[in-house]
């Protein structure tokens, strides 16, 4: 016997969990394909954060991004139950004197001022000796739980197939017996099998954390950031992390990122600590910077959403609304996020 849905989505990262919710909102049925893969998205830091912390610049529609992302996990929560919003901001350790002025200048800028905060604190149990800056409106989200309860939802409402999607199966407007008006394909670096959509250019960007036990905990629940983020975690460990490492790789453990991490935390942090876990995922990422939205020119109804890059937490969120409000009311697409632009 034939199903049918509006919608299937391919699928189990940030892209596709946030394009189901517009759908879920907006009342339409949909099937998701997730094999239970763990990709990037699902080992991710989940950071919200508005400034680029190399450089003390922020980035496109940042601000927008962020009001945005608040406004969406109060929806999930109408239906999940919960809220994973975790408001514990990030406080950037300065290297020196100079990049403390950098920030204090920045500070008193139309374009960062909303962002950097001006107060410079000094934190106990690590080494700061320049201080710490504070991101105004930066968070975290709760990543574990985040993915738990929505695919828990899923199942509790028939959305969710835990099969692995196979692309020749797919005739016209149905996949096997499942009839569907629209199919999106959010796969991350997976597209690279799509035989519709393998020509985006996405360049895997593998990352590195570390899940960490430190031998005197911090008596500040904040996110720290120098090279890298550190945060607690639900039990006794800590997330530090991650890498970037724009070259291919192979699909393991990278010896020389765990020394890089192990070095990284061992700058600010000055006691011992115990490597508990170490994980890895390759974000999709595209030259300029930008996300991948819209259909195939030969499959109206095929779309794409890829290319989220290390901010897939707020973009993923954002450019749900934008590719949902193009497919079912016709806006047309940001030309910056538009397939067509390769």
Not at 246 to 268: K, T, W
Not at 318 to 330: C, M, V
């Amino acid at each position: 016997m034939m199903k049918n849905v509006d919608y299937i989505i391919v699928g189990g990262g940030y892209a596709a969990l946030f394009f189901a919710h517009q759908l879920v909102m907006n009342g339409n049925s949909f099937l998701l394909f997730s094999d239970g893969c763990k990709g990037a998205s699902r080992v991710s830091a989940g950071i919200v954060n508005p400034l680029v912390l190399k450089k003390f610049t922020t980035f496109w529609l940042a601000q927008e991004q962020i009001e945005f992302f608040r406004k969406t996990l109060t929806e999930i929560q109408t239906y999940t139950g919960n809220d994973y919003l975790i408001d514990e901001q990030i406080h950037r350790l300065f290297h020196d004197k100079s990049e403390r002025n950098l920030w204090l200048s920045k500070s008193e800028t139309e374009e960062l001022g909303n962002f950097l905060d001006p107060e410079i604190k000094f934190l106990e149990t690590i080494k700061n000796p320049f201080g710490t800056g504070r991101v105004n409106l930066s968070a975290r989200l709760n990543v574990e739980a985040f993915f738990t309860d929505f695919f828990d939802y899923f199942k509790k409402n028939d959305s969710l197939s835990e099969e692995k999607f196979e692309y020749e199966r797919i005739s016209g407007s149905s996949y096997g017996d499942i009839n569907f008006r629209h199919i999106v394909f959010c796969e991350g670096m997976g597209v690279r099998q799509n035989p519709f959509f393998s020509h985006i250019p996405v360049i895997p960007n593998k990352g590195h954390h570390l899940k960490v036990k430190l031998s005197v905990k911090l008596n500040h629940k904040l996110t720290l950031k120098k090279k890298h983020f550190l945060f607690p975690l639900d039990d006794e460990l800590y997330y530090y992390g991650g890498t970037y490492d724009p070259n291919e790789r192979p699909d393991a453990i990278d010896d020389f990122a765990e020394v890089q991490l192990r070095n990284g935390l061992s700058e600010f942090y000055p006691h011992e600590f115990e490597v508990a876990e170490v994980k890895y995922g390759f974000r999709p990422t595209v030259k300029d910077r930008r996300p991948i939205l819209g259909n195939h020119p030969g499959h109206e109804n095929f779309y794409v959403f890829n290319g989220l890059g290390a901010r897939g937490v707020l973009s993923g969120c954002y450019f749900s609304k934008e590719l949902f409000d193009h497919i079912e009311n016709g806006k047309p697409l940001m030309p910056e996020v538009d397939v067509k632009r390769f």
